[in-house]
């Protein structure tokens, strides 16, 4: 009996921490862009031209605004619900629902049941599943002009302000052409100032890797000479001295001493090696010798 108790507390408390976190990204939702008069611009799935209302999810997480309301009337929170059960009314971080302004409600779930006054002041709304909590809402000014919308410069936030650029369902700003390309081009046309930045890049990182690899050699032939000092071998002090300068100097002692090397024990001596040879191994004498005549 406890534990059923305890696990419908748990359920419950999931229920509720579920229900606060959709309730807390709803109110995330935005009234991002809308277009009042529209003759020559988007059209709808019936091939229509009408107003739009476009909204933008600002959070992190996916938001279903099944249930939500849509409103042009302060009075009337309750005038579109939004229906359940459509997958298209869960929106994706960042991403936008736009719902046609038609007036038609029977023909989907984002086509609302009222329609945008081209002349006069559109105050729109929206909010959330109660029909009580209001999230967003904006006063669109009369007057507005054919195919301008009127939304945030930046998605879902900043002011209000007139778009010649339309863009339903996506991103209000957006670049159309690359700002550090566009002075590249303008600063270097020919590109020399970009290959000699490579170059010169290139070069200061071979000497860098240069540098290292003497300094790594050098503290590894110290590390050695210490190593062979403590374990009491004989150290050759002179390691740092070029191979090329050790073979002149004994090339130079061969040459100058060579009548006194039995005498001079300490003078350096270079002999040639001579190779040995063996009769054995000659194929000479494994041939038959002609009798003499």
């Known amino acids: 009996m406890i534990r059923k108790k305890i696990g419908a507390l748990l359920l419950f408390l999931l229920l509720f921490c579920s229900t606060g976190a959709q309730a807390q990204r709803v109110t995330s939702m935005r009234i991002n862009e809308i277009l009042v008069i529209n003759e020559d611009n988007f059209v709808d799935d019936y091939g229509k031209r009408n107003g739009w209302i476009e909204l933008y999810n600002s959070s992190a997480g996916t938001v279903n605004i099944g249930g939500c309301f849509l409103t042009n009337d302060k009075n009337n929170p309750k005038k579109y619900p939004i229906p359940k059960g459509d997958v298209l009314t869960k929106i994706s971080p960042g991403q936008h629902a736009l719902f046609w302004a038609d007036g038609i409600a029977s023909r989907g779930t984002f086509h609302i049941n009222f329609i945008l006054d081209p002349y006069k002041e559109n105050y729109i709304a929206f909010y959330d599943t109660d029909g009580k909590t209001l999230v967003d809402e904006v006063v669109i000014p009369a ?98 001295t070029p191979g090329e300068v050790l073979a002149a100097i004994s090339v130079a002692l061969y040459e100058l001493n060579e009548d006194v090397h039995d005498i001079e024990r300490t003078v350096l001596t270079i002999q040639k090696v001579k190779r040995n040879y063996s009769p054995w191994s000659s194929k000479i004498y494994s041939l038959r010798e002609n009798p003499r005549k």
Request: proline letters at 2%.
């Open 143 to 240: 007057g507005q002009k054919v195919d301008v919308s009127y939304g945030h410069k930046v998605d879902g936030t900043g002011q209000w302000e007139y778009l010649a650029k339309v863009t339903p369902s996506t991103n209000n700003l957006t670049l159309d052409t690359n700002e550090k390309l566009d002075n590249f081009k303008l600063n270097d046309a020919w590109g020399i100032g970009m290959t000699i930045t490579a170059m010169g890049v290139v070069f200061i990182g071979l000497f860098i890797l240069y540098v290292i690899f003497k300094q790594v050699a050098k503290l590894s032939i110290a590390a050695s000479k210490i190593r062979a000092r403590k374990a009491g071998e004989p150290v050759q002090e002179n390691a740092d």
